[in-house]
């Protein structure tokens, strides 16, 4: 379990921490540890609809106060112009995350009023359960406050048809809405005006909204009983919601036994964290599995789906969610593409040139983990076929050349995708260094699965274009530099990340003093604890700091901040170069372990800051949490000891304290 005191529950941390659940469907409540929304798309209850990239605020918050003994004290707090009211983080003593939030609150002179924040799985709702512990009695107001819009526009005022219950109300305008309570709701309807979202404001957008209050419902609490709130999108019971919660409990507890017991790691609170935390990019949408790419703001994208899917499912031994994934990402290929993304619409768009090779890398992954190649054979075998057939041949986004490579269509399909007025920040033509680099490895992968599978034909065509590849990608080798080009026609110096991947590949296309050399290139110019830097800082391209508006953002975007994700590939090339080197590895990701307290509670997000080393961009990451989590458990198990060996090491040589004093973003 992860606890904040006092002391990390001010107003400055509630910019800095907060924290996020979901239901499984791609819906999610999400706000600050203090509760105070500092972000648009916080909210209780925010309902994912067709497509987890159509979210809609339902229910923003609540509005809580708490009588004890005749004495009154308010448990919310709000941003407003100018002013922060009510100051109810003044009496919040703790904050609590396990498999969800707990809010521990001052409750009278002796008492303790525990609040958590739970998601019925598979169901577009939120149990608040109260608990009063210390004190004989007391009174608890609640007053639901609801916004209506999608979770991408800006705030504005929207008005709601509310019909009151005997212990709460229901709404079906502008969207269906049911709140009921272990309590009184007395209708007095009203709004909040001016709410502000801090982070918002930093980053460019309106940040203000008016939220809609229908009433207030009176709870009144006895010593050790809990009552419940619950805001849900159709009608159900409290008791079958409890009842659910309870079931997802012990859910909980089977993932984490089932993850110790195939990892054979010892138990760890780092460990139970990422876990959970991966859990919460798994959705279900009727009879398809996917993983959300992060919260609050992003739905399903195809590549960041694929690249965290090792660590996400077979890290964590869910094998049959690994074969539900892959089979719906089998069932969207198109011209040997894969999705880049999922729209609002559920419509797949294909926009990304390296999104089918990080599937085939995916598939290696699946039977080195599992050795069930007759599911591949059976059910994915064709799309992988069709994949080196049409990036041979070409398609929209890619085709292999005479020299063996590569080459997109698109300078901006590759994952370095931002854009600024239409036009692509980082423009990547040509070929690309780690599209190529997986060309290679998968390629050798299909020789030998096509081998297995008794197709010498095609075995023989794989390794022929395994060959070429590997002939013509000594031609990404700077020999000035001792590195590898970032892209070839046009020839692209800049030292970026990507080439760490021509050295983590399962198979390599370079030789061991190369591997060698590009490892020590990135690690003195882009390796922080947190990640690798998109550029090098001496390049006259580099961005110090990712903040300001949209455009100032994209600019960073790529061009200097810190990626988590990449540390994995990071990882795999020192244990390639470094065999058994488990330990070191472990060392170079302690920052993490004081990371899963800022930011997203027991996750990781997007990116990292370089100057400050905060965590910006999205909260909470799939392949962040799922990268982190694949490499920490692969090395823990090689060592196989009941803690991390911190042991000094010539490349990094700075104790624990001092790591995580420089990289863990607290100032």
Request: proline share 3%.
């Amino acid at each position: 379990m992860i606890s904040l005191s006092l002391s990390e529950l001010s107003l400055e941390g509630a910019l800095l921490r907060e924290w996020a659940v979901s239901n499984g469907l791609g819906s999610y409540a999400s706000s600050s540890v203090i509760g105070m929304n500092t972000r648009k798309y916080h909210g209780l209850l925010v309902a994912a609809k067709s497509s987890p990239a159509q979210r809609v605020v339902l229910l923003s918050k609540y509005e809580e106060g708490l009588e004890v003994n005749g004495e009154w004290a308010d448990l919310s707090t709000n941003s407003y112009p100018d002013a922060v009211h009510p100051k109810g983080y003044m009496n919040l003593m703790e904050f609590r995350y396990d498999y969800a939030p707990t809010f521990v609150y001052k409750a009278g002179e002796h008492g303790m009023l525990l609040k958590r924040v739970c998601m019925v799985r598979k169901k577009n709702a939120t149990l608040t359960s109260y608990t009063l512990m210390g004190e004989e009695s007391a009174t608890l107001k609640v007053s639901p406050l609801l916004s209506g819009r999608n979770a991408h526009a800006d705030g504005g005022r929207i008005g709601w048809n509310a019909i009151a219950d005997a212990n709460g109300f229901h709404a079906a305008k502008p969207h269906s809405i049911y709140v009921r309570a272990n309590g009184k709701f007395s209708k007095d309807e009203k709004f909040y005006y001016n709410m502000q979202y801090e982070h918002e404001k930093e980053r460019g957008y309106a940040h203000s909204e008016d939220l809609y209050c229908p009433g207030t419902i009176t709870i009144r609490l006895e010593k050790g009983r809990i009552a419940h709130v619950l805001a849900s999108t159709s009608e159900m019971g409290i008791e079958f919601a409890a009842d659910a919660i309870a079931k997802e409990h012990a859910r909980d507890a089977q993932m984490l036994k089932l993850y110790y017991e195939k990892s054979g790691i010892a138990k760890n609170d780092f460990a139970d964290a990422l876990v959970r935390a991966a859990d919460t990019f798994v959705f279900h949408a009727g009879s398809e599995y996917g993983i959300v790419a992060g919260y609050p703001w992003f739905g399903e994208w195809g590549r960041d789906a694929l690249v965290s899917l090792e660590g996400i499912c077979l890290s964590s031994g869910r094998y049959g969610l690994a074969r539900k994934v892959l089979l719906r990402y089998a069932e969207l290929a198109k011209d040997g593409q894969i999705p880049n993304f999922i729209d609002e619409k559920g419509v797949a768009q294909y926009t990304s040139a390296d999104a089918a090779m990080w599937f085939l890398n995916a598939v290696h992954a699946y039977c080195a983990h599992t050795q069930d190649y007759e599911f591949v054979r059976k059910n994915l075998w064709e799309t992988c076929k069709d994949i080196v057939r049409c990036s041979i041949r070409g398609n929209g986004l890619v085709h292999m050349n005479d020299d063996g490579l590569l080459k997109v269509r698109d300078g901006g399909s590759t994952w370095m995708d931002a854009k600024v007025d239409g036009k692509a920040v980082t423009p990547r033509f040509g070929k690309p260094v780690e599209l190529n680099s997986l060309w290679y490895s998968n390629l050798v992968v299909m020789t030998g699965l096509a081998e297995r599978f008794s197709e010498n034909k095609n075995a023989s065509v794989y390794m022929e274009a395994a060959h070429a590849c590997r002939e013509s990608f000594a031609r990404y080798w700077n020999t000035e530099a001792e590195c590898l080009y970032d892209t070839l026609e046009p020839c692209s110096v800049q030292v970026r990340p990507n080439q760490i991947f021509a050295v983590s590949v399962p198979f390599s296309p370079l030789n061991e003093l190369q591997q060698r050399m590009v490892l020590s290139s990135v690690r003195t110019q882009l390796f922080t604890p947190l990640g690798l830097r998109t550029l090098s800082a001496e390049d006259k391209q580099f961005v110090a700091s990712y903040c300001g508006n949209q455009k100032e953002r994209d600019l960073a975007y790529h061009n200097g901040a810190i990626w988590p994700f990449l540390l994995g590939a990071f990882a795999d090339a020192h244990l390639k170069v470094f065999p058994n080197s488990e330990s070191t590895v472990l060392r170079m990701m302690m920052g993490f372990d004081a990371q899963i307290k800022i930011g997203c509670v027991g996750s990781i997000g997007e990116i990292f800051d370089n100057k400050t080393h905060a965590p910006v961009g999205a909260a909470s990451q799939a392949w962040s949490v799922g990268e982190i989590l694949r490499v920490y458990t692969k090395c823990r198990k090689a060592t196989a000891t009941d803690a991390p060996s911190w042991k000094a090491s010539p490349l990094f040589e700075k104790s624990k304290a001092q790591m995580i004093q420089k990289w863990s973003g607290m100032r």
